[in-house]
């Protein structure tokens, strides 16, 4: 056990060590680094975390995160709005916005069903997603969950969520990855890939 | 360039990605952990940090990291204080009070003389080890710094520093690591650790 010498720099290694992916020997290197920048540059770093926290705001719509109540792309007038993409977090939000392949709205879960971790249904934003189709002018709902069982196992209570709803449910496609060679692609992957063949584009 | 849905998320992430060995995308991923922890655990983390930086103590005598104006080694009277180690930074203290192999007590630099970094003798605790010596008590000064160029410039200084007084000046041992295969070792290290040879201890 790493013994300290100031009770101010064990805390904060204990609590830059919380941090995903930094263990104790990296929250030290960092407690350490933060110690010789300025006052200021600490304040800032530290007023930064905290004001995110406690400001951040999320779309009355879609629940993005947003710093007013209708984030940037509920407001773009030029988006298609009669289709929405439902992802999992802000993460996936960017994700996609970062293909540029997508020009209509999110809505985001806030995570995906979760037995092992304790994630209801009710603990995500499906409700609100029934709600919002059930309002009118959304003629696709796209899934764009992670291709696990809690993936697939949100995607399941989705559907039956939205049925009787005049709204056409897809999902993004599984297959072989751009790039990947056939030899090494695992066996479900292809055996789908197969089956949800599609028309060859020239 | 990444787009981000809310400027409190990419001031927190520009913040964030300031830290050492942190890039953007972690950056992000820490962003988005710590908005989905309660707002009292943000309040504590950036508190931590923030107090550390501002409420840190320096130990008057060897400028080790301590609540205090004095050290819990510099307070321990059990410790042989006839004996300094001089080390980089705070890190090196607790290196070697890691080892279980040292009882005396400690100087801590602040870094070592680095012309490409702009760090002068000045920047560094080396006039208070002079006046530290200069005072009394203190049988033998060793020296315990990276065996790097900065650090061997830094030795050279501290050794002229310190002639006249009448205090043994000693350096860490330089040699093959515990563990290390020869055939693997560089010829500086295997050279001196010829030339350095001791008595063999049965």
């Known amino acids: 056990m790493q013994s300290y010498p100031s009770y101010l720099l064990e805390n904060a290694v204990n609590q830059l060590a919380k941090l995903p992916g930094v263990g104790r020997k990296s929250a030290l290197r960092l407690a350490l680094y933060l110690l010789r920048q300025d006052e200021q540059s600490v304040q800032d770093f530290a007023g930064s975390v905290l004001m995110l926290r406690q400001q951040v705001n999320y779309c009355k719509h879609c629940r993005n995160i947003s710093d007013t109540d209708e984030c940037a792309i509920c407001q773009d007038r030029t988006r298609d709005r009669s ?3 439902v992802v999992e977090t802000v993460k996936e939000v960017m994700l996609v916005e970062n293909t540029g392949r997508y020009r209509g709205l999110y809505h985001v879960l806030g995570g995906v069903i979760s037995p ?7 603990d995500l934003e499906i409700d609100s997603l029934a709600a919002r189709v059930a309002a009118g002018g959304i003629d ?3 899934l764009a969950l992670s291709t696990t069982m809690e993936g ?10 939205l049925s009787g709803l005049p709204v056409r449910l897809t999902t993004i496609a599984r297959g072989v990855a751009q790039g990947d060679e056939l030899q090494y692609a695992d066996e ?5 890939s197969i089956v949800n063949r599609v028309p060859y584009a020239k």
């Open 83 to 85: 289709i929405v993409c």
């Open 140 to 142: 696709e709902v796209v």
């Open 152 to 161: 697939d196992t949100t995607a399941y209570y989705i559907a039956k969520k």
């Open 116 to 122: 092992m971790d304790g994630i209801k249904p009710s």
């Open 188 to 192: 479900l992957t292809l055996g789908n």
